[in-house]
């Protein structure tokens, strides 16, 4: 008894007539043609149920939605990464905020930043050394309010002249509960460049003080 193969093209099961990528022809073109091998050499006494058929077309269905899926994604993530790209490039020559405990002084600037105070203290007091360690000048906040406390250093040395520009240790004490404690200070830098792409994201290259992740920075002015 013969079978007749025209009712299966009936059914739709021929490639679709339309402008595609030769690598979406192939992929259409080869899976009916394996399906309508299936048929013509399927156990007449044990053909393929429809719950099995349909089941086959769903997963090629599946793949193919898969794959636009991933290409829809990888448009998605080059969007963004030049949209970082385009915010970082905005960063270059801002100034920003970051922990740390060393300081760039220019010629003819200043030396800034923060400290977080968690309590209140009759005495709070910054001290600038230099690279060794070398006492340079003492900054006397006096009595502070818990919070964030600003402080500033113009390079006047305490004999009237002004330090040389360079990289000044920062480090921040006050007297709670009365005892003294060592605090995290902030300072202002420079963004020199930034650096896109890798583990860690965006790193920003500040002046006199290397790289920090963009998520460390505390505030960008």
């Known amino acids: 008894m013969s079978f007749d193969y025209s009712a299966v093209q009936n059914l739709g099961l021929t490639a679709p007539q339309q402008t595609v990528t030769a690598k ?48 829809s994604f990888d448009g998605l993530s080059s969007s963004i990464s030049s949209d970082q790209g385009l915010q970082a490039a905005n960063l270059v020559g801002r100034t920003v905020v970051v922990p740390a405990d060393a300081a760039v002084l220019a010629a003819g600037g200043m030396v800034q930043g923060e400290i977080s105070l968690p309590a209140s203290t009759s005495n709070l007091s910054v001290t600038i050394t230099d690279s060794n360690g070398t006492f340079i000048r003492r900054i006397d906040l006096d009595a502070q309010q818990a919070g964030q406390v600003s402080f500033s250093w113009d390079g006047l040395l305490e004999d009237g002249t002004y330090a040389n520009p360079d990289v000044y240790q920062v480090t921040a004490e006050a007297t709670i509960d009365g005892e003294s404690k060592a605090l995290a200070t902030q300072v202002r830098a420079d963004v020199d460049s930034v650096t896109l792409g890798g583990s860690q994201g965006l790193i920003l290259n500040l002046a006199g003080l290397g790289s920090y992740q963009f998520s460390d920075v505390q505030q960008i002015l």
Do not use: H, R, W, Y
């Not at 992929?27 to 393929?48: S, Y």
């Not at 099995?52 to 769903?58: C, D, P, V």
């Open 24 to 71: 979406d022809e192939l992929g259409q073109e080869a899976f009916l043609e394996l399906m309508v091998t299936q048929l013509k050499n399927q156990d007449p006494l044990n053909p393929m149920e429809n719950g099995e058929f349909l089941s086959q077309i769903a997963q090629f269905g599946t793949v193919s939605g898969i794959d636009e899926l991933n290409s």
